[in-house]
């Protein structure tokens, strides 16, 4: 009886102290690394046996928030974001990059798709399609909004353009409220009912990269780090890829 006593009081002690280690890790996300997060989540707090605690958006609505004051421990966000946040103070110094994406374009699953072979063909397609969606204050609209100027078309698509919420313009292409959706690659795979149609063309791409940090004075900071060094460690390359991101 001592014995199993003894047993009993050691397992609730090793218990106590695995709780008392477990840490969960406030973590902010851009919507563009939102797909590779989910994947490796659950693999990432098994294995370590702490919890992320995740809120997605758009990079610039999480700049707001950050430079507000709000509680964190690490941060995924575009590279210009991360930089000047950590200039101001608000990210630890030195953010490690961690992928990069380039634009594509979505159609409804089962819609007619441009001719992207041809050198007029998304042209014709865009200047055609009833309705165009794309994040209003996403990291991609700058490369859009050059592509439309570059096109010779951006006065004759404003009436049809639908400048949406962080991750709404692919969800409005799957209801029917859009015909076209141009944003991340790896934000229009994940959509149901969404058929990702392809990059944009060579001449019109613009890339976006990402990096990631940990908050200036993070609650959790060795979690937080692990997990980050986990982000950028070739582990997760494949995710990457299969997300239509890459290293």
Same mark, same amino acid.
């Given at each position: 009886?001592?014995?199993? =006593? ?7 002690? +090793? ?22 997060? *989910? ?23 999480? =700049? #707001?928030?950050?430079?507000?004051? =709000? ?12 930089? *000047? ?39 014709? +397609? ?21 592509? +439309?100027e570059k096109m010779g078309i951006a006065a004759a698509v404003k009436s049809k353009l639908q400048l949406t919420g962080p991750s709404e313009a692919p969800e409005r292409v799957a209801a029917g409220q859009a015909e076209v959706v141009l944003t ?10 969404? *058929? ?46 299969? #997300?239509?991101? *890459?290293?």
């Open positions: 009886m001592k014995i199993m =006593k003894s047993l009993l009081l050691v397992v609730g002690a +090793f218990v106590a102290m695995s709780a008392a280690q477990a840490a969960e890790v406030r973590l902010l996300c851009s919507n563009g690394m939102k797909t590779v997060v *989910e994947q490796v989540q659950a693999g990432w707090e098994k294995s370590s046996g702490h919890k992320l605690v995740i809120e997605y958006s758009s990079a610039q609505t999480l =700049k #707001k928030e950050i430079a507000e004051g =709000k509680a964190f421990d690490a941060a995924i966000l575009t590279v210009d974001v991360a930089n *000047e946040l950590a200039k101001d103070g608000k990210l630890a110094a030195g953010p490690k990059l961690i992928a990069r994406g380039g634009v594509g374009i979505g159609v409804r699953k089962g819609a007619a798709k441009p001719d992207m072979k041809s050198p007029d063909g998304l042209k014709k +397609f865009l200047l055609n399609a009833k309705s165009i969606a794309y994040t209003a204050n996403g990291a991609s609209r700058p490369a859009i909004d050059k592509m +439309f991340l690659v790896s934000e229009i795979l994940p959509i149901a009912g969404v *058929e990702l149609v392809g990059p944009l063309p060579a001449e019109h791409q613009g890339y976006v990269s990402f990096s990631a940090a940990m908050a200036a004075k993070p609650a959790q900071a060795g979690a937080a780090k692990q997990f980050l060094d986990y982000l950028a460690s070739p582990a997760i390359v494949d995710v990457l890829k299969s #997300k239509g991101l *890459e290293r």
